[in-house]
């Protein structure tokens, strides 16, 4: 949508939706404008990536909504052009193996074997223990990073609500997943934690059926304006849609029952 429909002076509210909404959706048509709060030029960190290039990328401090799902989207973008979610999957996966390996031995192990046999399961067991270390480094790193490039592309309240969060997931006596669930014990750094860790950081952000309201209102709420073209209207329309897959879904809460369905899906077809 050109800049022009962005205005607030330009497109209203009631050119695009249907009637006066009793509840505002997660992120509307609209974009909304903060009006009192002073307009900040963002600081800017350099991320490098894999093939030596050089990205400028904003890091995000405050702004609405969309602005803050759009970053966390460019943020997962980064972290995916690392290949980090795939580092943490196969270095978890070697993790396992190695230590189902290692296990094997130990139990196979024969007090009375013969001493070069024994020497020989010695030197299997010393080697098996040195790839389970180095994959567990491997994938600790991998994971550390990952947490880490979130955290330096947020700054100010978002920056401390990360770190809120991370605490709360992997320095407690007892962690409680998205749904509410508490498991005691301190949970380690994984790939799924990762991303636990980011849906909760969203619910601080929006509501836990913010899929659910998101669809609804592309659904049935919104209307094309007259004054935007129908390109206009279809790619801010996508937009919208797209933003579905990343917000929370009711699905995911406490307040989820059997027949509960996930609504963070995108609409195949809009028109």
Known sequence: MSSNLKSPDMLKDVECEKGQLSQRPPIPYVPVVDLVT???????LKVKLPDDSHISVPIFS??????????????????EQKSLPKKCRVYAKAVVKRQAALKNLQEA?????????AAARKVEIEQTTQMLQE???????AIAESYEQLRNLLSGDAQSQWDRVCREMHESDSWAAVNGKVTEGRRPRTWMSFLD??????LTVFSADAAEKQRFYIQQAVRKPQRATVRQHISRMGVLNDYVRHLPTLKD???A??????????????I
Do not use: M, W
């Not at 702004?63 to 943020?75: C, D, S, T």
């Open 38 to 44: 002073p307009k900040e030029e963002p600081t800017v």
């Open 62 to 79: 405050r702004g609405n909504n969309e602005e803050y799902i759009a970053h966390i989207v460019a943020v997962l973008r980064i972290i």
């Open 109 to 117: 192990s024969e007090p009375d074997a013969a001493s070069l046999e």
């Open 135 to 141: 994959a567990q480094r491997a994938h600790d790193k």
């Open 197 to 202: 860790c980011l849906e909760l950081h969203k």
């Open 253 to 255: 809460s406490s307040k």
């Open 257 to 270: 029952v059997p027949t509960t369905r996930k609504g963070n899906i995108p609409f195949a077809r809009l």
